[in-house]
């Protein structure tokens, strides 16, 4: 078998490692598969913790807390100079394996002689609510034709029920970072995460510069997970408000065909700021304020990121929009029209 390694970055996680390490060992601890922890400059007692508990499994330890993204990038840039995985496994600290939740995966990139697939994702259920999918990839990540990313078997804060509807292996637009197999060489060529986005969607932008490319994304079904989420960042804060939304019109600005790129950008950013308006209605001046402060970071940075757009199309050539993203808007689907599972959208 070809050599796998699971990568978890760790930020003062350790209180997770309890809850969530036995599983990652106990089914992913095999003779084709390595277990690396790749330690963000935690200022807890997590590196002393995994010497004294896990001392035979590897550290990595960076030097500073380099976010999610470069994170990623600093340890893998080590691994590359090792040679020796061809896959990685972008897994979260909060994540609970299940047995030979690993297996079907390489199968499926074993299979594909042609490379015609560069990352997989399997199936996300909640920890909490282990019925439930999960936020962040539940059944494969999907995107709108505003950049709006929601999943198949969750989209917004409507979380459905795993009753096997989506036990099809099937292409999907996006795989979490949450648990994330990429092809090696796929990772170094592309670049790996975008460091700007520091955390939340970087996933997203870098499966999108897989679709540029002509690959394939794919959900695993027969593959499950248990994510926490929020273990590093509350999910209910105005700093993960704030770059949702940034790296959000990032996202659009660095991707989108030519074609429309400004209306596009406009009706987004108009939609914000309803979102915006909605918040203080709510009480939630916090919020709004983490909308504005996105889009003045789209301002203030929109000459880096239009390098980066630009450099997409010298690799890439003509940008154009994925067949598998969803042409019609998601927020009209789903608030509008009442449409709350992805079986219902049009």
Known sequence: MKKVVVVILNYNGEKLFPIFLPSVIQYSNNDFTEIIIADNASTDNSVEF??????????????????????????????????????????????????????????????????????????????????????????????????????????????????????????????????????????????GLDKDFFAHMEEIDLCWRIHHTGKKIMYCPESTVFHLGGGTLNPMSERKAYLNFRNGLTLLLKNLPSKNLFFKVFFRMVLDGIAGVKFLLEGK????????????????????????????????????????????????QYFANKNKTFKELD
């Open 285 to 332: 001046p916090k919020f709004m304020l983490a909308i504005l402060k996105a889009h003045f970071y789209m301002y203030s940075n929109l000459s880096s990121t239009l390098k980066k757009r630009k450099a997409n199309q010298a690799k890439f050539g003509t940008l154009k929009l994925p067949k598998i993203v969803y042409p019609k808007s998601i927020v009209w």
């Open 50 to 191: 995994l010497k004294e508990n896990y001392p035979t499994i590897r550290r990595i330890e960076l030097s500073e807390n380099y976010g999610f993204a470069e994170g990623y990038n600093q340890a893998l840039e080590i691994l590359k100079e090792e040679n020796q995985f061809d896959y990685y496994i972008l897994l979260n600290s909060d994540v609970e394996v299940t047995e030979n939740w690993l297996t079907p995966i390489i199968k499926i990139f074993e299979k594909d002689t042609e490379k015609t697939i560069s990352a997989i994702q399997p199936k996300i259920r909640m920890h909490a609510e282990k019925h439930l999918f999960e936020h962040a990839g539940a059944a494969g990540g999907m995107i709108d034709y505003l950049g709006y990313p929601f999943c198949r078997g969750r989209i917004f804060d409507t979380l459905e029920e795993d009753k096997g509807q989506y036990d099809d292996q099937t292409s999907i637009f996006w795989a979490t970072g949450a648990a994330m197999a990429i092809r090696s060489e796929v990772y170094h060529d592309l670049g």
